[in-house]
DNA sequence: CATCAGGGCCCTG
DNA sequence: CAGGGCCCTGAT
């Protein structure tokens, strides 16, 4: 399918801003729905039901940011349209965030301190829908990289347009409820395993409208997490990424997988059980600073290879 | 070749 | 609340 330009235009995120960091995160797994290089992003929205492409220039400095976004769709757009995209995408990569009072608290810490200092003007988000995300953290279950790679990939290849854009071709997510005539077994074929039957579940609340992101977006986290626990398929390790990346709740800490508790121990002080009680440091902010360490671990390791982390991270 | 743990979750007892 | 089963993959 291709698409043409329809849109041009600038975003001015609050400052200090860093556009890398911010546009790419090393620690999750590569897909084929975007593409990155330094000070560019490519990416594809599934919204309000049409097929979008998107590229993210930055224009602008740490402290004076500025980010051109051209809009690429088959048809014209209108500017309401345009306008609840961009509302869109600048809530969730966090475009408005004010990071003055974490810099503040943190910038002495011994740890948090000198990665603010190299991923300063970072911000948490993601650029999927909490549909798109559930189905991410899905065939990120019991597996390693590889295989959520390879998963990821067979549904884009059966279920998501392939869009071209600007000369580049990159799939997209598909509209939400489109599973109902797929059945379970379909979704085995593909090698999903168990997660056949969440993604058909899930798929399937979606489309009798039973979840409402809007609405959850506005309920308080204690909320949020008991309505997601709910989802067949959400436990309490696919709940926390949820929070944190599609709901921007920081101020929570309450679990760690296996494997992340091993790259925690490398970092911090403490291991095991200690670690969820060593976090409350950082107060309101816990899960944010975490994210700091984390994603400037995996930036540190692109840059320049860190052995102990890769022999952890399953390739 | 066979066996088994793994970047969870659900369900049962 | 502990523990078994589940899909597949790749390591041993």
Redesign the pocket.
């Known amino acids: 399918m291709k698409l043409k330009r329809q849109y041009l235009g600038v975003i001015t995120p609050t400052a200090p801003f860093n556009f890398d960091a911010t546009f790419h995160k090393p620690a999750?797994?590569p897909s084929g729905d975007n593409f990155w290089q330094p000070g560019e992003r490519w990416q594809t929205f599934r919204w309000q039901s049409k097929n979008l492409g998107a590229i993210f220039r930055s224009v602008g400095t740490t402290q004076k940011p500025k980010v051109t976004v051209e809009i690429f769709s088959q048809k014209k757009l209108t500017s309401d349209f345009v306008e609840s995209f961009i509302k869109e995408i600048v809530y969730r990569y966090n475009l408005n965030f004010d990071l003055t009072d974490f810099y503040e608290e943190f910038t002495k810490d011994n740890i948090l301190g000198p990665v603010i200092k190299r991923m300063r003007g970072m911000r948490p988000g993601h650029q999927d829908s909490l549909y798109e995300y559930l189905i991410i953290?899905i065939v990120?279950?019991?597996?390693?990289?590889?295989?959520?790679i390879?998963m990821m990939q067979t549904l884009f290849d059966h279920y998501g347009p392939l869009l071209e854009f600007n000369g580049k071709r990159l799939w997209c997510f598909w509209e939400p409820g489109i599973l109902e005539k797929v059945s379970e077994e379909d979704l085995?074929s593909l090698?999903l395993?168990?997660?056949a039957?969440?993604i058909k579940r899930i798929d399937d609340q979606f489309k009798e409208g039973l979840i409402n992101e809007e609405k959850l977006r506005s309920q308080d986290m204690q909320t949020q997490m008991k309505e997601l626990?709910k989802?067949?398929?959400?436990?309490?390790?696919?709940?926390w990424y949820l929070l944190f990346d599609v709901f921007h709740q920081y101020d929570f800490f309450n679990h760690i997988?296996?494997?992340?508790e091993k790259i925690y121990s490398h970092v911090f002080p403490v291991t095991g059980d200690r670690l969820i009680k060593y976090f409350d440091r950082f107060g309101r902010y816990k899960q944010l600073a975490v994210h700091y360490v984390w994603e400037d671990l995996w930036w540190q390791h692109k840059k320049k290879p860190i052995s102990w982390l890769a022999k952890e991270?399953?390739?």
Do not use: D, M
């Open positions: 999750h797994f953290g990120l279950q019991n597996c390693t990289v590889g295989r959520s390879q085995r090698k395993g168990y997660r039957k969440f626990l989802l067949y398929g959400v436990g309490p390790a696919t709940v997988s296996p494997w992340e991270i399953r390739a």
